[in-house]
T-cell receptor, first 112, second 114 residues
Framework: QQQVKQSPQSLIVQKGGISIINCAYE??????FPWYQQFPGKGPALLIA?????SEKKEGRFTISFNKSAKQFSLHIMDSQPGDSATYFC???????????FGKGTRLSVIA | EAGVAQSPRYKIIEKRQSVAFWCNPI?????LYWYQQILGQGPKLLIQ????????DSQLPKDRFSAERLKGVDSTLKIQPAKLEDSAVYLC????????????FGPGTRLTVL
């Protein structure tokens, strides 16, 4: 049972454009929503995370938008750069040191 | 600060053989996770340790997979015997404590079962 649904599966964006990746969840007990970035041959690295008490969090060019009523959250990458080309995973977990449940990932390619 | 270390980085074995992976978490991190990442999918938890005790192994195929974390530091994950469908990247992650939500991942071990 996939608890976090991620889309699109792949995304091609022009340099300088905005990349948008969406995730939806079903478990209302989730209270932590991180995004991980993974380059080929590397492990996932935390990019940015949000909790459901805020609707938006911004760190540099990366922004998470969170819609609690719709049970959706999204990652926006502003001014996308070729160096942002990677696979991005959304994830979620519940309170109490529970493991992360990951989406299937989005392969982002930023072309010049 | 050194990150999560894993070895080997790559392993190719025949089906029905056994294999072991090693993980050294970030110093001082009490919680350790093993994830399986099949090509084209997100990581899936296999087992979670808190110090040297198992917290969650509900998704570990216990007929062939085993893991231990003696002394609450390093951990090993073993597969015996391996099946073709075990081909995946095995990721180790650690977090500071049971209250810390951020997990730090190692580079993974890519296993190919022929």
């Amino acid at each position: 049972q996939q608890q976090v649904k991620q889309s699109p599966q792949s995304l091609i964006v022009q340099k300088g454009g905005i990349s948008i990746i969406n995730c939806a969840y079903e478990n209302t007990a989730f209270d932590y929503f991180p995004w991980y970035q993974q380059f080929p041959g590397k492990g996932p690295a935390l990019l940015i995370a949000i909790r459901p008490d805020v609707s938006e969090k911004k760190e540099g060019r990366f922004t998470i938008s969170f819609n609690k009523s719709a049970k959706q959250f999204s990652l926006h990458i502003m001014d996308s750069q070729p160096g942002d080309s990677a696979t991005y995973f959304c994830a979620a977990s519940t309170r109490g040191n529970t493991p992360l449940v990951f989406g299937k990932g989005t392969r982002l390619s930023v072309i010049a | 600060e050194a990150g999560v270390a894993q070895s080997p980085r790559y392993k190719i074995i025949e089906k029905r053989q056994s294999v072991a992976f090693w993980c050294n978490p970030i110093s001082g991190h009490a919680t350790l996770y093993w994830y399986q990442q099949i090509l084209g999918q997100g990581p899936k938890l296999l087992i979670q340790f808190q110090n040297n005790g198992v917290v969650d192994d509900s998704q570990l195929p216990k007929d062939r997979f085993s893991a231990e974390r003696l002394k609450g530091v390093d951990s090993t994950l073993k597969i015996q015997p391996a099946k073709l469908e075990d081909s995946a990247v095995y990721l180790c992650a650690s977090s500071l404590s049971s209250l810390s939500r951020e997990q730090f991942f190692g580079p993974g071990t890519r296993l190919t079962v022929l």
